[in-house]
Structures are given as structure tokens and as C-alpha cells.
């Protein structure tokens, strides 16, 4: 267990390229927003995790990565940060 997220993490075989983890999370806000879920940090590596494996630093790494190139906005909310597309913005 991770101690930051509270979330479980299981070791896979799957070995995830960055470029498919950032279409994983890219999906995972999607997905998210319209089971009309909170997407914030701990939702969208859980959703990728489960969904795909691969390793919790990568998920919140890439996902920062993608938050600078402008891909994801993140936004505070209620005192929590949560992540947007642009175009639902």
C-alpha cells in the first residue's frame, strides 16, 4: 500500500509506454466525468491500475507531465484538486 494515496499497489508483467499511459489517463478523466466521478489524483491512478497495471509513480508522473503540455487542467474545487479536459472547461 502506498502510503501518500491509500491505494493498493500490485506489481504487473504489463509494461506500459508513455505513451499508452497518457492515452490510459487521458481516458480514465473521461471515463470518470461521465460516471460523473470526481477525477482527481487517487480516482484516475486507481481507474489506470486497475483497468491496465503498470506503477503508481508513473501514472502521477505522467499525469503531471500531461497537466504542463495543457492536456488536462487541473483544478481546485471545494479544497480539492480535480482534473478537466480543456474542451469541458
Not at 483497468?51 to 483544478?75: A, H, P, Q, R, T
Amino acid at each position: 500500500m502506498d502510503g501518500r494515496s491509500g491505494l493498493k499497489v500490485t506489481m504487473s508483467n504489463l509494461v506500459v509506454s508513455a505513451e499508452g499511459l497518457r492515452n490510459y489517463i487521458l481516458e480514465g478523466v473521461d471515463n470518470l466525468r461521465v460516471r460523473k466521478c470526481r477525477p482527481d489524483r487517487e480516482t484516475i491512478a486507481h481507474y489506470v491500475l486497475k483497468k491496465y497495471g503498470g506503477s503508481l509513480n508513473d501514472i502521477f508522473n505522467e499525469l503531471e507531465n500531461i497537466v504542463d503540455e495543457g492536456l488536462l487542467l487541473k483544478v481546485e474545487y471545494k479544497g480539492s484538486t480535480s482534473y478537466r479536459t480543456p474542451e469541458s472547461f
